[in-house]
Structure formats: C-alpha cells, structure tokens
C-alpha cells in the first residue's frame, strides 16, 4: 500500500539525516491524516486509498510548480530550489510517465482498437487512454495526439 511506502520512506529519510525528504513526507502524511479525518466525517469508511493518495500528491506537486514560478518571477532561486527538491522526492511515489514515443505508440494503439475515424471519436479515445494508463499521461498532450491523428 502507498501509504505504509510513505512511512518507510520517511523513517529511511529521517535515519539517513535526510532532512528535507524527511520534512516532505512528514508533509504528505499530515496531508493524509487530514483527508482522511474530513473523509470519515463526511461519512466515508476507512483510509484513502492509493489512487486518492497519488491524486493528492499529484495535487502537491501542481502547487509546487506554481511556487517555483512565483519564487523564480520574484529572484527567490533558493526557494524554488527547495520546491524542485519537494518534488523529486513527490514523484518518486508515482508512476512514471509514458515516455513521448510511448504516448505516440498508446494514442495509436487505441485509435485502432476503437476504430476511430474521426474527432468525434477522440471522447472514446481518451477515456480508453485514461483508463489504461491512469496518471501515467499528460491528457492534454495526449489529446492533442489523438485529435491532431484523428482530424487527418
């Protein structure tokens, strides 16, 4: 489970002197604690599970982009220093995006199967895409391939 990978990365990172690996999980796992606390008071059973986790890593991370821009638009470089370091040790629990020929052979291979013909397929597509590689894609870039192959 993602979450007790969460816990072992952190007492690594805490054991290794790794203090700003260390301060990001401990980050995400107070996150955690807190959607789960506002989850079971909505009503839902349990924890999150892996995929609410990596939405919310996912959702870190975007925050963190944002940051890196502003510190960078302000001349704050080690702040967005300290950002970029947040977010390699965010994407070390994701899956790996599919590379751009990946993603090129994935668009092609689901055109095919679905036997879309034109844009009005590209809907289909993209959630046969989304379905199979679920937060390994960019689907604005995805869709962009599969609109731009379906549109010739």
Excluded at 81 to 107: G, H, K, N, W, Y
Excluded at 124 to 144: F, H, Q, S, T
Aim: net charge neutral; charged share 40%; aromatic share 2%.
């Amino acid at each position: 489970m993602l979450r007790e990978e969460l816990q072992k990365a952190l007492r690594s990172a805490a054991d290794a002197g790794d203090s700003r690996s260390a301060a990001t999980l401990r980050l995400v796992l107070a996150a955690l604690a807190q959607r789960d606390r506002e989850a079971r008071a909505a009503g839902a059973p349990g924890d999150l599970d892996d995929e609410a986790i990596r939405d919310l890593l996912r959702e870190m991370i975007a925050q963190r982009r944002a940051d890196i821009r502003r510190c960078e638009a302000s001349a704050r470089l080690e702040e967005a220093e300290r950002e970029a370091e947040e977010i390699r040790v965010l994407e070390r629990f994701l899956p790996t995006r599919l590379s751009e020929q990946e993603l090129d052979a994935a668009v092609d291979q689901a055109i095919a199967e679905l036997s879309a013909r034109s844009l009005k397929d590209a809907g289909r597509v993209m959630a046969l895409l989304k379905e199979r590689y679920n937060g390994r894609i960019d689907p604005g870039a995805a869709k962009k391939r599969v609109c731009a192959r379906l549109s010739t």
